[in-house]
C-alpha cells in the first residue's frame, strides 16, 4: 500500500513539475505592468524580465529612481511615476498604460510597491500611522487591481501580488500584518473570480531579505519609540526597546541580500503555463516560516514569550 502511495506522490509531483516548465508563448509580445520599481524587488524584477525580452512598463514613485532605472534597461523598457496611494496618480498610470499596450491587453500585473513604517508595539502605534500603511500595502493594491483589471482580461492575463511570511503568521507590527493578510484573503477572493476569466493570480511570500521595507521598519520602531508619550516609555522600559531593536536588526542582518529567489517566482508566475497559487522565495521561508505557520497558536506564544523581552512593568 505504502509503495503505491508513494508511486502517486511521485507521478503527482512529476505531472507538477513538467507542466511548471511549461513556458507561454510569444513572451516578447507581452506587456507587464509593476509597481515599486526604485528599488529593492521591484527594480530588479524590471531589469530581470526586460533581460528575457518581455515588454516592461515599471511604475516608479520618484523621477530619479526612474531615470535610474532607464539607464540600466533597454529601450523596451519604459517608465511612468506612481503613487499608489492616489487615485488620480493610478487613473493616469491605467491611461498611460492602455496607451503602450492598446488592443493586447496588459498581460502581467505585478503589485509590488509596499513600505514597513510605521512598525512597533500596537501600544507605540497612531490610527493615522496604521491607516497610512494599509492605504500602501492594501487599499492600494485595492485601487491599481481595480483600475487594471479590465486591460488583464483582456490579455487573459496574471495578476501577481506581493505578500509576506506575516501574511501567513501575525509575530509583529500590527499594520504590516494586517496589510499583508487583506493582500492574502485578497488575492484568494480575487483568483477564484478571476478565473473563468482566464486570469490566473498568484501570491508572493518571501522571507527575510534586505529590502529598503526591512530598513524602514528599524527606522520607524525609533522613531515610535522617542515619540511615545512618557507613560508609554516608563511601562515598557528603556532596556525593552534596545533589547527588541537588537532583535529587529538581528533580522535584518540574517536576511538574504540575494533577491534573486523572489524575482525568479514572479517571473514564473508571469510566464510559466502553470503558474502557482503561492510562492515561498527563501530558505527561511520554506524551512522555518511556513512549517511555523501550521503549529498551534499556544506554541507560537510560548516561543514568543521566550524570544521577545518583557516590559518593564511586566506582571
Known amino acids: 500500500m505504502w509503495l503505491y502511495l508513494a508511486a502517486l506522490l511521485g507521478l503527482y509531483f512529476l505531472r507538477r513539475w513538467y507542466q511548471e516548465r511549461q513556458t507561454v508563448e510569444n513572451l516578447t509580445e507581452k506587456y507587464v505592468f509593476i509597481t515599486g520599481c526604485d528599488s529593492g524587488f521591484g527594480n530588479l ?14 511604475a516608479c514613485l520618484t523621477q530619479k529612481g526612474a531615470e535610474q532605472l532607464g539607464k540600466a534597461t533597454s529601450e523596451r523598457l519604459k517608465t511612468t511615476i506612481l503613487d499608489v496611494t492616489s487615485t488620480e496618480s493610478v487613473a493616469a498610470a491605467t491611461e498611460w498604460v492602455k496607451e503602450q499596450v492598446g488592443n493586447k491587453g496588459l498581460w502581467g500585473l505585478v503589485n509590488n510597491a509596499g513600505t514597513g513604517a510605521p512598525s512597533a508595539p500596537s501600544e507605540w502605534l497612531t490610527k493615522d500611522g496604521v491607516a497610512k500603511m494599509i492605504g500602501v500595502n492594501f487599499l492600494g493594491m485595492i485601487d491599481m487591481t481595480l483600475h487594471m483589471l479590465p ?3 483582456r490579455a487573459r492575463g496574471r495578476v501577481v501580488n506581493m505578500s509576506s511570511m506575516a501574511g501567513r503568521r ?14 492574502e484573503a485578497f488575492s484568494d477572493i480575487l483568483r477564484r473570480e478571476m478565473h473563468p476569466f482566464g486570469v490566473r493570480v498568484s501570491i508572493i511570500e518571501p522571507g527575510s531579505f534586505k529590502t529598503p521595507i526591512q530598513s524602514n ?18 511601562a515598557y522600559g528603556q532596556r525593552y526597546f534596545e533589547r ?67 516590559p518593564a512593568q511586566a506582571v
Not at 511615545?228 to 516609555?233: E, R
Not at 542582518?253 to 525568479?264: A, K, L, R
Request: proline share 7%; net charge positive; charged share 20%.
Open 45 to 58: 524584477l524590471a531589469r530581470q524580465l526586460d533581460a528575457r525580452g518581455l515588454r516592461v512598463l515599471a
Open 151 to 153: 486591460l488583464v482580461r
Open 170 to 183: 501575525a509575530c509583529f507590527g500590527v499594520p504590516y500584518a494586517a496589510s499583508k493578510y487583506s493582500v
Open 217 to 234: 521598519m528599524i527606522e520607524s520602531y525609533k522613531n515610535a519609540w522617542s515619540q511615545a508619550p512618557s507613560d508609554i516609555k516608563e
Open 244 to 310: 527588541s531593536l537588537k532583535l529587529l536588526k538581528l533580522c535584518h542582518f540574517t536576511g538574504s541580500s540575494n533577491f534573486q529567489p523572489v524575482t525568479d517566482s514572479i517571473e514564473h508566475a508571469l510566464t510559466s503555463c502553470s503558474p502557482r497559487i503561492r510562492y515561498c522565495p527563501g530558505w527561511d521561508a520554506k524551512l522555518f516560516y511556513v512549517p511555523l505557520s501550521y503549529l498551534p497558536d499556544s506554541i507560537l506564544d510560548f516561543l514568543w514569550r521566550c524570544i521577545w523581552p518583557k
